[in-house]
């Protein structure tokens, strides 16, 4: 039978499952058997958990852990270990490039797209002596790095970045990019490229890009969009102007590739405090400087904020904030309740 030939990765020039395979044939069977089913070395390429290899021999999960860190001492200190030093050097110059700190999952998916080949790969990662892994929490990703200064620099210009930002705030790409700069003066210039920036935003949990391309607090439903009313967001802002709810809906199709009920929609720009109706149908932003509530409401606010005013005032003005015929203001004014004029034909609030 023909045995396959075991390639490269795509990033490497060396064979990552010949390297693993020479490494773990310098332990006992045991051992060996704990590091294949703990980082899915073998045929099947699931990592296993501690307990469940325990509940296979019998043992306690802390003795599962005693026997994996003893491996892994033993093979630092094994002549197979000088072996694979190249392995090593090749890895520690894929992170550098990458920009000397970076994302586990973005590491491994730049190095190979193989599952199996990428469990090789993380298993020398932990094994290897120049790499350093930042644990996850819940501010920053799970990452490997071979410089703690620069991995410290960059979580806390990571920090103040996110800080220097508003829930409210979506920055376009750009922008984005050269706000981090600030953050980063003292950062090596050979780092200083748009991939690399944009490879270490994506180590903070804290922020986050949009469908848009554009960034800024994580948790924000400007960027964490959920449903139908938050790309009803992006779409309506994308487009600039008010847009009629059939029109919002056809919009989420085109530019997001997703199922947008005419119905719904409406339902949900109608619940959503970001979207002001302007009449007929169509909604706006409020973010626009658009005024919540009914035409009645609309000529209130403005006579509080610019005093009394005449029809012709009133019903210019009125027209640059709702979609409605100009009767439909000047009915709105003979409301004694509301608004009074007076002889000079000024219309104001009644008190």
């Known amino acids: ?3 396959p030939v075991e390639k490269t990765a795509d990033k490497t020039s060396f064979k990552p499952k010949t390297i693993v395979k020479k490494l773990l044939s310098a332990l006992p069977e045991r051992s060996r058997i704990v590091l294949e089913a703990r980082f899915g070395l073998g045929a099947d390429t699931e990592r296993v958990t501690l307990e469940s290899i325990g509940q296979r021999y019998g043992i306690t999960r802390e003795r599962v852990r005693q026997i994996e860190n003893h491996a892994i001492a033993t093979l630092k200190k ?5 072996d694979a030093a190249v392995a090593f050097a090749e890895l520690e110059q894929i992170i550098d490039s990458l920009g000397g700190i970076v994302c586990e999952d973005d590491l491994l998916a730049f190095i190979t797209k193989d599952r199996s080949m990428q469990n090789h ?4 990662l932990v094994l290897g002596d120049p790499f350093k892994y930042r644990k996850e929490d819940d501010e920053i990703e799970r990452c490997w790095y071979v410089d703690q200064d620069l991995a410290n620099k960059i979580e806390k210009s990571l920090q103040a970045l996110y800080h220097s930002i508003s829930d409210e705030d979506l920055i376009p790409e750009g922008e984005m990019i050269d706000r981090f700069l ?5 950062i090596n210039d050979k780092h200083h490229n748009d991939e690399v920036l944009k490879r270490w935003l994506s180590i903070s949990k ?4 949009n469908p848009l ?5 994580a948790a924000s439903p400007n960027v964490k969009t959920k449903g139908v009313r938050d790309y009803a967001y992006l779409a309506v802002k994308k487009h600039g102007s008010p847009l009629h709810f059939r029109e919002v809906a056809k919009l989420i199709e085109k530019t997001f590739n997703r199922a947008a009920h005419v119905a719904t929609t409406h339902n949900e720009l109608i619940k959503d405090d970001r979207f002001v109706l302007v009449g007929r149908g169509m909604y706006a932003l409020k973010e626009w400087g658009y005024t919540s509530g009914v035409v009645r409401d609309v000529i209130r606010e403005m006579l509080k904020r610019d005093g009394a005013l005449t029809k ?3 019903i210019d003005r009125v027209l640059k904030e709702r979609h409605v015929k100009p009767g439909t203001i000047v009915v709105n004014l003979q409301n004694q309740k509301y608004f009074k004029r007076s002889k000079e034909g ?3 609030v009644v008190r």
């Not at 600030?182 to 003292?186: A, F, G, N, R």
């Not at 804290?206 to 890009?209: E, T, Y």
């Open 121 to 124: 790969i993380y298993f020398l």
């Open 78 to 82: 094994s002549p197979t270990f000088a």
């Open 206 to 209: 804290n922020i986050g890009k």
């Open 1 to 3: 039978m023909t045995q």
């Open 312 to 314: 012709d005032e009133i």
């Open 213 to 217: 391309g554009e960034w800024g607090h």
């Open 182 to 186: 600030k953050q980063l003066e003292t």
């Open 346 to 348: 000024k219309f104001s």
